[in-house]
């Protein structure tokens, strides 16, 4: 059964593709795993915040390629603590055990490898797991600014990316790496919505309708000053 229904996606796929399954297609074309994910001018002395670490592999990469500090948040205590080993001899690398997200709250997420979400049905196994309000957690530890914040957390990232926006805190990031999802009808006008507000102050670098989005803060908006100048 598996199998035939594998078979009935590809076919429909071919035959009627959904504008995401053309988008897909033109990130593969564009080798966008391998160009878009780890293009940006990072150094040493750089600040990255992996929202939904998931495995740590993104993370690793990232490492790998610019030596950074990486602060990564994956709110499943199971894959945090994975992570959190993976990564036991690196102090540059810090794992959260929680998510940010538009208020604190305690949510239950249904368990589903990296489309673990919070905003799916349930099948099977759902845990606890902690949420922050983004305003609050970069107020207690002092953040001013994040030189790249990748954001894959399952449909968190409306409520997390509006969040930002209205305590105008997108221009303490200097370059976002973005998946939105399509989990409910609102999806898209919701992703459209964020992104019409995100380029006030940023500029887009790509867009792969529900793949990736890639965003840079303009030169004229300095970190912590929404209005520019």
Known sequence: MKLISRLARSLRKRINPTPRDLAIKRWHKDDGDNLRRYDCPLGKDSIVFDMGGFEGSWAAEIFARFVCRVEIFEPVPTFAEKIRERFSYNPALRVHTCGLAARTRVEHIALS???SSIFIQAAGATVPIELID????FARNGVDHIDLMKINIEGGE???????????????VGYF???FHDLAPDSGPRMEAIRARL??????????????????????????????G
Do not use: C
Not at 134 to 137: E, I, L, P, Q, S
Not at 204 to 228: E, Q
């Open 158 to 172: 409306y409520e997390l990316l509006e969040r930002m926006l209205d305590k105008r805190l997108v221009v303490k």
């Open 113 to 115: 490898s990296d489309a």
């Open 177 to 179: 790496q973005i998946q």
């Open 134 to 137: 983004v305003d609050d957690w």
């Open 199 to 228: 380029a006030e102050t940023h500029e887009a670098l790509y867009h792969y309708a529900f793949v990736w989005d890639g965003w840079r803060l303009k030169p004229s908006v300095t970190r912590g000053n929404a209005n520019g």
